[in-house]
């Protein structure tokens, strides 16, 4: 999108072609991931790992791999069917634009039938969304074994890594850099490999990390933040306290913080006034406020409620 937005003339068909770019890139990705550790990346970054489904008495190890079968549906459930739904979306909702600004005759058969797809949406995608709710709820009681209809339709369950697993990941990546050929084909297939594992570990580290600095920054730029920010910095300035003149009825600071201002003794029964924070005896401070509704120091508007005791650890 940056380079799209700075120069639209070259980059201009990296957002036009965002989506498909995007599935590309997480094609490989999840194909990385499912071939070596038997989950997603977001599954692996949590430390799950997809089994088979069935009463397996012991687990394939991570490394082991799905089977074919559930290892394509896996793949394509996992990319596939986000940039089907993202697809349509778009087309539902410019379909709804078009609706809005038809130049087609109202009797025409082209206008009839997208007006049905539009009334039928909403429903469909309520049973959609209500399948995963349910599935969801199936999984919180213990009903079901997944808790998305895509881990069935993909014919796998989540489970935990063991310490068996990642002893085998670890011992896998541990070989693959140090195993060792003497023919030019194998070097290279091992360079070949050990790039495309240093590239796909770059991009998990990266995108671990950048995602949370990502959504900072969207949530920085959004037009409702930045509302915010133009809101609070058009307020102006608070002016500084007002400090009274020295006259009969203004209070000064004494050098010592236990002395009351208005009665010029240690204080007793110290109380605060929330307007200010300044301390003064309880009886003095109730009486000057009662008397003049301000602080003595600040000349701050203050009322008896305004008034905080203290209490000391002693009492």
């Given at each position: 999108q940056v380079l799209a937005e700075s120069n639209p003339g070259r980059y201009g068909f990296l957002w036009q072609w965002f989506d498909e770019i995007y599935v590309l890139l997480d094609l490989l990705l999840q194909q990385h991931y499912l071939a070596r550790c038997s989950a997603s990346?977001?599954?692996?970054?949590?430390?799950?790992?997809?089994?088979?489904?069935?009463?397996?008495?012991?687990?394939?190890?991570?490394?082991?791999?799905?089977?074919?079968?559930?290892?394509?549906?896996?793949?394509?459930?996992?990319?596939?069917?986000?940039?089907?739904?993202?697809?349509?979306?778009?087309?539902?909702?410019?379909?709804?634009?078009?609706?809005?600004?038809?130049?087609?005759?109202?009797?025409?058969?082209?206008?009839?039938?997208?007006?049905?797809?539009?009334?039928?949406?909403?429903?469909?995608?309520?049973?959609?969304?209500?399948?995963?709710?349910?599935?969801?709820?199936?999984?919180?009681?213990?009903?079901?074994?997944?808790?998305?209809?895509?881990?069935?339709?993909?014919?796998?369950?989540?489970?935990?890594?063991?310490?068996?697993?990642?002893?085998a990941l670890e011992e896998k990546s541990a070989g693959a850099t140090s195993s060792q050929t003497h023919s030019i084909k194998a070097q290279v297939q091992s360079a070949m490999r050990k790039a495309l594992g240093g590239i796909a570990f770059s991009l998990s580290t990266g995108l671990s990390i950048s995602m949370f600095f990502l959504q900072f920054l969207d949530w920085w730029y959004s037009s409702e933040n930045q509302e915010t920010i133009k809101s609070l910095t058009a307020l102006p300035t608070p002016p500084p306290p007002v400090h009274l003149d020295h006259g009969a009825g203004s209070a000064f600071l004494p050098k010592l913080k236990t002395v009351c201002p208005l009665c010029r003794r240690v204080r007793v029964n110290a109380t605060a006034l929330s307007t200010s924070g300044f301390v003064f005896c309880y009886r003095c401070a109730y009486s000057y406020v009662k008397t003049h509704q301000r602080c003595p120091i600040t000349g701050y508007a203050t009322e008896l409620q305004h008034l905080v005791k203290l209490y000391s650890p002693e009492s």
């Amino acid at each position: 999108q940056v380079l799209a937005e700075s120069n639209p003339g070259r980059y201009g068909f990296l957002w036009q072609w965002f989506d498909e770019i995007y599935v590309l890139l997480d094609l490989l990705l999840q194909q990385h991931y499912l071939a070596r550790c038997s989950a997603s990346f977001s599954e692996n970054f949590y430390s799950l790992k997809r089994i088979p489904i069935g009463d397996c008495q012991q687990q394939p190890l991570a490394t082991a791999g799905l089977p074919k079968r559930q290892h394509w549906k896996s793949l394509l459930l996992l990319v596939l069917v986000p940039y089907l739904k993202g697809k349509l979306e778009k087309l539902v909702s410019s379909l709804r634009e078009e609706d809005e600004y038809s130049i087609h005759p109202p009797s025409s058969s082209w206008k009839r039938f997208y007006r049905a797809f539009l009334a039928a949406y909403p429903f469909v995608n309520m049973t959609w969304e209500g399948w995963f709710l349910i599935q969801q709820l199936c999984y919180i009681l213990g009903k079901a074994q997944h808790h998305s209809p895509i881990l069935w339709l993909a014919g796998v369950r989540l489970v935990r890594l063991t310490a068996e697993d990642i002893q085998a990941l670890e011992e896998k990546s541990a070989g693959a850099t140090s195993s060792q050929t003497h023919s030019i084909k194998a070097q290279v297939q091992s360079a070949m490999r050990k790039a495309l594992g240093g590239i796909a570990f770059s991009l998990s580290t990266g995108l671990s990390i950048s995602m949370f600095f990502l959504q900072f920054l969207d949530w920085w730029y959004s037009s409702e933040n930045q509302e915010t920010i133009k809101s609070l910095t058009a307020l102006p300035t608070p002016p500084p306290p007002v400090h009274l003149d020295h006259g009969a009825g203004s209070a000064f600071l004494p050098k010592l913080k236990t002395v009351c201002p208005l009665c010029r003794r240690v204080r007793v029964n110290a109380t605060a006034l929330s307007t200010s924070g300044f301390v003064f005896c309880y009886r003095c401070a109730y009486s000057y406020v009662k008397t003049h509704q301000r602080c003595p120091i600040t000349g701050y508007a203050t009322e008896l409620q305004h008034l905080v005791k203290l209490y000391s650890p002693e009492s």
